[in-house]
């Protein structure tokens, strides 16, 4: 099946879900995540009315966003950071929605380009305490906003997750509300209002919008199953 009719299925089920859900309609903001799908794989996609993209590699990221200049896409970068790799993000991307240390947000804060708005940023969290997983524990979540808030290039939007990976709708809800009431705290405790809950992908959609997802990010629901030998 091509992109473009992959990209009208997943927004008329998010469409549906929304409706299902008592969720406002149009408040689920898709995003597309282009890992390992080629440039023109993210034209095609573009063409078809899709404007946000995610991928979760630097080195990628990178490639693509100068071979795509010629088109308006807002970019969000979802994968690991490491600290020699913050100031091509901090000049290139819209959005970052995997911080896990305060030392990552401070350079990119510190490396933001002055002609650039500030940088939004959400703070990974890792909801099911696994070993294997980036992300600040839920515990640590108060006190790593109350800093991050601090650095002026930053504009933090909300929380985004990861969780662990079932078929139990149920236990995937659970994991999704951890982080909705985490979001709720911290704008409760810290008085600001954060707009963002990044959530839900292919195999979870419906659970996180169920809980209040305000951006899913889609890969293989998109693009199929990824090419990994590409990069
Ligand atoms: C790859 C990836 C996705 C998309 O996953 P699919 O199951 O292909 O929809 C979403 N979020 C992150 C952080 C990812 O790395």
Redesign the pocket.
């Known amino acids: 099946m091509s992109v473009v009719t992959k990209i009208a299925e997943i927004r008329s089920e998010i469409k549906q879900l929304e409706k299902k859900y008592d969720r406002v309609e149009g408040s689920v903001k898709l995003i597309a995540?282009s890992?390992t799908k080629s440039v023109a794989r993210i034209r095609e996609a573009y063409h078809a009315g899709q404007k946000y993209f995610?991928e979760?590699y630097v080195q990628e990221i990178f490639e693509k966003y100068y071979e795509l200049t010629d088109i308006d896409i807002e970019w969000h970068f979802?994968?690991p950071i490491q600290s020699n790799k913050t100031k091509k993000i901090a000049e290139l991307v819209h959005w970052v929605?995997?911080i896990d240390r305060i030392k990552t947000a401070k350079r990119l804060s510190d490396q933001r380009p002055h002609d650039l708005p500030d940088l939004n940023i959400c703070l990974q969290v890792n909801v099911n305490a696994e070993a294997t997983k980036a992300g600040f524990s839920c515990a640590e979540v108060l006190s790593a906003a109350t800093e991050i808030m601090r650095f002026p290039r930053l504009c933090l939007r909300g929380l985004m997750a990861?969780p662990e990976r079932t078929e139990d709708i149920d236990l995937q809800r659970k994991s999704f509300s951890i982080l909705r009431e985490l979001k709720n705290a911290v704008q409760s405790q810290l008085g600001v209002e954060l707009d963002t809950l990044s959530m839900g992908?292919?195999?979870d959609i419906e659970a996180a919008i169920a809980e209040g997802a305000s951006m899913v990010?889609?890969?293989?629901?998109i693009f199929g199953a990824?090419d990994y030998e590409k990069f």
């Open positions: 995540v890992k995610a979760n979802i994968g929605h995997s990861i992908m292919s195999s990010r889609i890969g293989t629901g990824r």
